[in-house]
Nanobody, 124 residues
Framework: VQLQASGGGLVQAGGSLRLSCAASGRTFSRYVMGWFRQAPGKEREFVSAVSRSGGITYYADSVKGRFTISRDNAKSTVYLHMNSLKSEDTAVYYC??????????????????WGQGTLVTVSS
């Protein structure tokens, strides 16, 4: 599967963005989907994940209550709605697909396919 992330940009603190990740190549509903991010000089970290049906979601504590993950299997797209953005949310955001395991995971090594990343910059 090929993943194409989009929607990043420059936003002021307190603002909102919606990231999208469009998949192509195979049946989208067979994949658990996740979002990760990597800030300059830091390791890649888990942000959120969603089950194949969209019924189960996980969030990092740092984004819980501010970010919402969702998916539209008919459109082969997963979204990350980001509200109340903070400067510490500045990072390159990556979407990822997990084909083997049935449940969402915070472990980046479980994900088989990765998008190219989209940069989110939050100015304070």
């Amino acid at each position: 599967v090929q993943l194409q992330a989009s929607g990043g940009g420059l936003v002021q603190a307190g603002g909102s963005l919606r990231l999208s990740c469009a998949a192509s190549g195979r049946t989208f509903s067979r994949y658990v989907m996740g979002w990760f991010r990597q800030a300059p000089g830091k390791e890649r970290e888990f942000v959120s994940a969603v089950s194949r049906s969209g019924g189960i979601t996980y969030y990092a504590d740092s984004v819980k209550g501010r970010f919402t993950i969702s998916r539209d299997n008919a459109k082969s797209t997963v979204y990350l709605h980001m509200n109340s953005l903070k400067s510490e949310d500045t990072a390159v955001y990556y979407c990822a697909a997990d084909e083997m395991f049935g449940s969402p995971s915070r472990d980046y090594s479980r994900y088989d396919y990765w998008g190219q990343g989209t940069l989110v910059t939050v100015s304070s």
